[in-house]
């Protein structure tokens, strides 16, 4: 399914493919090296929730065509 990811700090966005088997930590680390940003210290935001980076796209309610947003991890970091 193709979703959105948003740079929440700069604004700019990028269209991705991903599986429902993919994981959020793969679509982090993807969008995070196009952006050359380290993938470390973000995380993906749906809507008001954080999403958990070995949680599968599958095991979350994102539907094709959705937006995510790639934010600075509040927790500072791995």
């Known amino acids: 399914m193709k979703i ?3 740079d929440a ?3 700019s966005t990028i269209d991705m493919d991903v599986e ?4 959020v930590e793969e679509v982090v ?3 995070a090296n196009y952006w050359n940003k380290d993938p470390g210290a973000y995380v993906i ?3 008001k929730k954080q999403l958990g980076g070995q ?3 599958g095991g ?3 539907q094709e065509g959705d937006v995510v947003e790639l934010i ?3 927790t500072g970091g791995r």
């Open 4 to 6: 959105t990811v948003k």
């Open 9 to 11: 700090e700069t604004g």
């Open 20 to 23: 429902e088997d993919n994981t």
């Open 29 to 31: 680390e993807s969008s």
């Open 45 to 47: 935001r749906f809507g």
């Open 55 to 57: 949680t599968s796209i």
């Open 60 to 62: 979350t309610t994102i």
């Open 72 to 74: 600075p991890d509040p």
